[in-house]
């Protein structure tokens, strides 16, 4: 399953969000030490939930990398 699915699986699990998106920047990093073959290693994020109102932004962030620690290990 690719990464991106996964992601989208995860957080729509945990925080029903209005709004989601989520895009596969890899390309950017082409090149770099540590960056794989094929991307999937670098993504950018649009989430709205009513989870993480009333949350600081830090607060927020955090959240969602708990959720996605696993997926984040790999």
């Known amino acids: 399953m690719r990464v991106k699915t996964q992601m989208t699986e995860t957080l729509t699990a945990a925080f029903a969000p209005h709004i989601l998106t989520i895009e596969d ?3 950017h990093h082409a090149g770099h030490a ?4 094929g991307g999937e290693s ?4 649009v989430i709205a939930s009513e989870a993480f ?3 600081s932004r830090i607060m927020a962030h955090r ?3 708990q959720e996605l620690a696993d ?3 790999g």
């Open 63 to 65: 959240m969602i990398n």
């Open 34 to 37: 540590g960056a794989p073959e």
């Open 25 to 27: 920047v890899s390309h």
């Open 42 to 45: 670098h993504f950018e994020l």
């Open 53 to 55: 109102e009333g949350k």
């Open 71 to 73: 997926l984040l290990a």
